[in-house]
């Protein structure tokens, strides 16, 4: 099986053959060392908690993780569904050789 997953609307899919028409133009998140794509907020979490990111328990409609060691502070919606690219960029910018958003 081959094609490319899609991130659309909080729910990655596989795409069998991109190219066709109508075939979504979506982004989704990499963590790069594992080339794993991040496909809920569990999946996140362990991640950015892995490289020193702690959950941030400040605002209760939000997923916040902080760093201690910067002033850095990653807010996404409590919903995955409602994760969007700005969402996706912020983390990317904030962790830049560990992840990267893609096109599909």
């Known amino acids: 099986m081959s094609g490319v997953w899609v991130f659309k609307n909080g729910v990655v899919r596989l795409v069998e053959n991109p190219g066709a028409a109508g075939a979504s133009r979506g ?15 569990e999946v996140l979490e362990r ?20 760093k201690r060691s910067t002033v850095h502070l990653i ?14 960029y912020d983390i990317v910018v904030k962790n830049r050789n560990v992840f990267e958003v893609r096109n599909s």
């Open 27 to 41: 982004k989704f998140l990499v963590h790069l060392p594992t080339n794993e794509i991040v496909t809920s907020y």
């Open 75 to 88: 807010s996404l919606p409590k919903d995955f569904k409602k994760l969007k690219s700005m969402h996706m």
């Open 47 to 66: 991640m950015l908690t892995s490289i020193g990111w702690e959950r941030y328990y400040d605002d209760p409609s939000l997923l916040q993780f902080h």
